[in-house]
């Protein structure tokens, strides 16, 4: 299949590892151009050093003029952004019962306003151009609820709600607004989490692990680069008329279809 990327410009936030940096890769894979972005810059210089038209980005999104000074930088080197990937590191674990309002106040800021300042920084011009891609990586937490991660399910539902609605609005102008759901994949993210469960379980993450494995019908975690294939389909050409879905890629974990 042709995805029509070849010369196009992807930014991806939290791109030094991880899901990021999967996505990275198979976006360079295709022929893009590629903003790797995190906040350690020189890792990020490093991994767009081994991809064949990237520059690497040093960004903390948390500062609130950052989102529109790395649209710039990736304008800059390539011309116009072309795919933005929503990516970024999630917050800690814990439950909802006594949740304190700074550390909510901090998850939105995190996984919903930090984002929505990047969509404002790109979309005008993609609006413009009549071609667009906002992917955003989000958790099976926006369907299915996960136990003790209450800020991470709250602050990615607010996100979900915030760009289906986007969707309808700019579909019009041939820009798609999607959304990926990882269940359990083989990140660092996912095993501090496997960790952070056998402490409170007195277990080990080996034995976390192996039971979560077993309650996902495909009896695996998943690779990284399996779900980038899942993102740069639904930012590729084929896959045009595919907007405001939530697809996710996570092995048959959540039961509902």
Known sequence: ??????????????????????????????????VVAGRRGDVAKEQAAALPSAIGVA??????EAPARLHQQAVEAFGAVDVLVLNGGGPP??????????????????????????VEAALPS????GWGRIVAVGSSG??????????SNTGRAALSGYLK??????AADGVTVNMVLPGRIDTDRVAALDRARAERSGST???VRAASEQAIPARRYGRPEEFAAA?????????????GVRLRCDGGMVRSF
Do not use: W
Not at 93 to 115: F, I
Not at 231 to 242: C, D, G, N, R, W
């Open 231 to 243: 993102v740069v389909f639904l930012a590729s050409e084929p896959a045009s008329y595919v907007t």
């Open 165 to 170: 609605t986007l969707a309808a609005e700019v």
């Open 142 to 151: 926006v369907q299915e609820p996960i136990e003790m991660l209450a800020l």
């Open 205 to 207: 993450p080996e034995e």
């Open 59 to 64: 960004v903390d999104l948390a500062d609130p």
């Open 126 to 129: 993609m609006r413009e151009r």
């Open 93 to 118: 674990p814990g439950t909802a019962a006594g949740l304190a309002t700074d550390k909510l106040e901090a998850a939105l800021q995190t996984l919903m306003v930090q984002h929505h300042r990047l």
């Open 1 to 34: 299949m042709d995805t029509g990327l070849r010369g196009r410009t992807v930014l991806i936030p939290g791109s030094t590892s991880g899901i990021g940096l999967a996505c990275a890769k198979a976006f360079a894979a295709e022929g893009a151009n590629v």
